[in-house]
Nanobody, 127 residues
Framework: VQLQASGGGLVQPGGSLRLSCAAS????????MGWFRQAPGKEREIVAA????????KYADSVAGRFLISRDRDKDTVYLQMNSLKPEDTAVYYC?????????????????????WGQGTLVTVSS
């Protein structure tokens, strides 16, 4: 396993969770990393992405202002801090590693450009 996602769980609306995605086996420090989510019956969609050095971040409109993506290059780990959670945030969350180093541009939101995936962690927002 090269990407290990963790941190999901059950949280009430308005609550917070922090997801982690740790790399093992090889380093992802030269790659854009993304968090995606997939709700039942829906396609996998971008939540947030961060470029190789953390200097560029992008968010889906639905989470902007509530979620924060970050990375710790010393730990080769990417995080997704999720605040003010809503029931519609319920989904399986996946971290992905882009297939090309030092690439962000117009491909950060497209699953086809990600070559490595974590196993997914379930986030359920419910009272």
């Amino acid at each position: 396993v090269q990407l290990q996602a963790s941190g999901g769980g059950l949280v009430q609306p308005g609550g917070s969770l922090r997801l982690s995605c740790a790399a093992s086996g090889r380093s992802f420090n030269s790659y854009t990393m993304g968090w995606f989510r997939q709700a039942p019956g829906k396609e996998r969609e971008i939540v947030a992405a961060i470029n190789w050095n953390g200097g560029t971040k992008k968010y889906a409109d639905s989470v902007a202002g509530r979620f924060l993506i970050s990375r710790d290059r010393d730990k080769d780990t990417v995080y997704l801090q999720m605040n003010s959670l809503k029931p519609e945030d319920t989904a399986v969350y996946y971290c992905g590693g882009h297939g090309r180093p030092y690439t962000f541009g117009s491909t950060y939101y497209d699953t086809r450009y990600y070559s490595d995936w974590g196993q997914g962690t379930l986030v359920t927002v419910s009272s």
